[in-house]
């Protein structure tokens, strides 16, 4: 294949400094060059996260070494993405100019008319599964997949001869929630989901059995030892309640990165640590990595029309900074994403 004309420069919202997203200005900038073992995407649809909030802010300070320690490393927001490869770099193996493809960024450069990716965190897109959808599985729908994974909820009961294991997602309605409600429930778990009123509809469709609204049902008043796995992605309740919840033998798993401006989660962290070692109701913080593995599986059940990704809004290219203000203002549903340039 004819490799494509690729411009000079590029459209890209930048901001140079740490701040909200109103800081965002739409610039004129070079087009990136592939290194090795990259490729070049002409990038057509970005998913925003939770994630692109914290590093546009430097929200904890302590992710500032990692992120840029007095203005960040990536000015260049959106870290999923899927795009079309129009370049590659030296030592690319597998991947050929001209396919369309869905990956995780490395800090960040979605929103741009084209970024660099490494090679080896991209997988081609199958027929009858749009960018828009696809754009939204490397980071949420990853996530949540490593979090049951991590909660031991894998093969389907009937396949191991067992009960169906009961889940608690919190925090079931948002990018990770809503991928963590169903793929629970196609592993074969029981799903209960807490999140707002607003979106139990939307919540028990994916397949929760239960929606619990939190704000009238305090999760500290469901019964004691309920549950198998618990899932916390909003991060509010205490984790000795947390650990209520659960059996002796079942895990909690973290996947929420509040907490303080300073140390973010870490004290968190360290208290479930402390907690962990003298109990049977194991506390996990999980730290969700590039798995193009894991992605394949979730395009494959996407495509099967299995897995929903659910996209609450679409901007234009020419409104991401107003599509990074709504991630930032919280009470997502679903994903956001920005379409190409």
């Given amino acids: 294949m004819t490799p494509p004309s690729i411009p000079a420069t590029m459209p890209a919202w930048r901001r140079e400094t740490y701040g909200s997203a109103d800081g965002f200005r739409l610039e004129e900038i070079p087009v990136p060059d592939a290194g090795r073992g990259e490729v ?3 990038v057509h649809a970005t998913a925003l996260n939770a994630g692109d909030v914290r590093v546009m802010l430097g929200d904890p300070l302590l992710v500032r070494p990692v992120f840029g320690l007095t203005r960040p490393k990536h000015p260049v927001r959106g870290m999923e ?15 050929e100019i001209g396919e369309v ?5 490395v800090g960040g450069g979605g929103l741009a008319a084209y970024t660099t990716v490494p090679a080896a965190r991209l997988v081609p897109i199958p027929p009858g599964v749009s960018v828009e959808a696809a754009a939204c599985l490397p980071i949420a729908g990853g996530t949540a997949w490593q979090a049951l994974d991590a909660a031991g909820i894998g093969l389907r009961p009937d396949a191991a001869g067992g009960a169906s294991p009961r889940v608690l997602v919190i925090g079931a309605s948002g990018g990770v929630g809503t991928f963590a409600v169903q793929l629970a429930a196609l592993r074969g ?9 607003r979106n139990s509809a939307l919540v028990e469709h994916l397949g929760a059995v239960r929606v619990i609204d939190h704000r009238r049902s305090p999760l500290s008043s469901l019964p004691a030892a309920h549950f198998d796995a618990v899932i916390d992605i909003a991060g509010g309740l205490e984790l000795r309640a947390l650990q209520r919840l659960v059996v002796d033998g079942g895990r909690i798993v973290l996947v929420t990165g509040n907490g303080g401006h300073v140390l973010g989660p870490v004290p968190r962290m360290i208290a479930a640590a402390l907690l962990s070692a003298t109990s049977s109701r194991r506390i996990s913080p999980l730290a969700a990595t590039p798995r193009p593995e894991v992605l394949a599986k979730l395009l494959e059940l996407t495509a099967q029309g299995r897995l929903t990704p659910v996209i609450e809004r679409e901007y234009g290219f020419d409104r991401a900074s107003s599509a990074l203000a709504h991630v930032e203002a919280g009470h997502t549903v679903g994903k956001v994403i920005v379409r190409a340039a």
Avoid: F, I, K, Y
């Fill in 101 to 105: 493809v869905a990956g995780e960024l």
């Fill in 81 to 95: 993405v899927a795009g079309t490869v129009v370049a590659v770099g030296p030592d690319v193996v597998g991947v």
């Fill in 40 to 42: 070049v995407l002409r």
């Fill in 189 to 197: 778990a029981e799903v209960w989901a807490a999140c707002g009123e």
